[in-house]
């Protein structure tokens, strides 16, 4: 079975992709089963050198990557350039790290008894990524999985499989044979993967997604990354920066990104001003020259039907400019949406665009409740340039991240993982390890 392919930046046919069914997916979950015990035995040394082989061919065919992103995507080249370096860093660091994590403590713990904690693989972890990073998705829950031991069994996004089936061919000659295993496919196939053999699953994607993965995962080990619709605290103190800053990080990747900044809050008294000045920074990103489409046209078309609900009492919008080949592809606009009433569906729902909200709330109290108003708590950031004041404002948002005076500045150092609706695990730095690793306490009575 295939499904075809789509040119978001043009919405042409470009192809076909396969859609891995029951016989395929119990095939690749049991090759890497297979491959796994082989993989787990190799010293930590062994696993680093061979992940670090594997960023090695990612520089090595990284035209090829840049390519395969822009094709399922629609990003400009330097994102998407850009996007591939970050995914040779991960390899990199994940190579490092799993060789410098630290076990609870051991000794004796116990009169006569000596005790230590074992960190063991999972086993064969199933994968599930979406569109909109199909590439660093992908990275950031296998890197930490193959460094750690387990072997991996991939689901790209339906739409965006180019790049997956690229790291397979490179993980097969830099890993070993069914190391990481790819199974391209739709929404099924992720279901039939939940559903297999594999230990555990890291997935990332929808809240509805999520909890059918929960449900059908049962009580194996799951890492969940569902979503953010984040909020932002802008006071009246704000850097001169603030308006420029938001904006690019409003329209990178044309807003989709479950960490973007979507609902900007800020107080009364600055409210005309913030309404103004994001709506003019907003407006000189232009969609085709700026960022890129949206991925789909079920992704053009939610964002067209939440902007078509909302009651939004002012709206100050961008310009699209594409070339004549382009114009059936799915840009859209930059846009400030503003005046809201508090229940909008823009501000409930996750625009998941290049559009940002504005609301207005009396005081810091009032604002960082707003913040914490929707059931996501993913990331958020405060603008002030007072940054006590700002961290003070920060400790009372329920996010996993939150910056100050900048928004998705992100290293692989740093964890990254949400809270409420927004999932449950983390990604990136060496607490990702443990996502993917169970303890084993083992203890001896010493002997006379």
């Not at 995507?73 to 990199?92: H, M, N, Q, S, Y």
């Not at 999985?145 to 069994?153: E, H, I, K, M, P």
């Not at 969609?287 to 009492?313: H, K, T, W, Y």
């Not at 405060?382 to 500045?409: P, Q, T």
Request: charged letters at 25%; proline letters at 6%.
């Amino acid at each position: 079975m295939t499904s075809p392919l789509t040119d978001p930046r043009t919405g042409v046919r470009r192809g076909e992709a396969t859609l891995s069914r029951a016989p395929e997916v119990d095939k690749a979950v049991a090759a890497a089963a297979t491959a796994a015990p082989a993989w787990r035995a190799l010293s930590g040394r062994d696993r680093a050198r061979r992940l670090d082989r594997l960023a090695d061919l990612i520089v090595a065919h990284h035209d090829d990557y840049v390519a395969r992103e822009r094709a399922g995507t629609g990003k400009p080249l330097a994102e998407a350039a850009g996007e591939v370096d970050e995914v040779v860093d991960l390899f990199r660091y994940f190579a490092q790290a799993a060789r410098a994590a630290l076990a609870p403590a051991g000794g004796q713990l116990i009169d006569g008894h000596e005790s230590w904690v074992r960190w063991e693989p999972l086993g064969v972890v199933g994968v599930v990524v979406p569109w909109n990073y199909p590439l660093m998705m992908a990275a950031w829950r296998c890197a930490p999985a193959l460094a750690t031991g387990n072997v991996v069994v991939l689901k790209p996004a339906e739409t965006t499989p180019d790049s997956a089936l690229r790291l397979a061919e490179d993980a097969a000659e830099a890993l070993g044979d069914a190391v990481v295993q790819v199974v391209p496919g739709d929404r099924s196939t992720g279901q039939l993967l939940v559903g297999s053999d594999v230990d555990a699953v890291a997935f990332t994607g929808s809240l509805r997604g999520g909890l059918d993965v929960s449900a059908r995962a049962g009580v194996r080990r799951l890492s969940l990354e569902l979503g953010g619709n984040c909020p932002v605290v802008l006071l009246p103190d704000a850097p001169g920066d603030t308006w420029s800053a938001l904006a690019a990080a409003a329209v990178y990747n044309a807003g989709q990104s479950c960490a973007a900044p979507a609902r900007v809050i800020t107080l009364r008294d600055n409210y005309a001003e913030a309404v103004d000045r994001l709506g003019a920074a907003m407006a000189e990103r232009v969609s085709g020259v700026d960022f890129g489409p949206m991925n789909s046209a079920e992704q053009a078309g939610r964002l067209d039907r939440i902007r078509a609900e909302s009651r939004a009492g002012h709206v100050t919008e961008g310009t699209v400019r594409v070339g004549p080949d382009e114009r059936d592809g799915y840009w859209r606009a930059a846009a400030v949406l503003s005046d809201l009433p508090e229940d909008d569906p823009a501000v409930l729902e996750e625009l998941f665009g290049p559009v940002l909200t504005v609301q207005c709330a009396e005081d810091i109290g009032q604002a960082v409740a707003m913040a914490n108003s929707v059931p996501q708590a993913l990331a958020a950031s405060v603008w002030s340039r007072d940054v006590r004041r700002a961290l003070r404002v920060a400790a009372g948002i329920d996010a996993g991240e939150v910056w100050v005076n900048c928004h998705l500045a992100q290293t692989a150092e740093l964890p990254h993982g949400g809270r409420g609706d927004s999932g449950t695990g983390t990604d990136l730095s060496v607490l990702a390890l443990h996502e993917y690793q169970r303890p084993k306490t083992v203890t001896v009575k010493v002997t006379e």
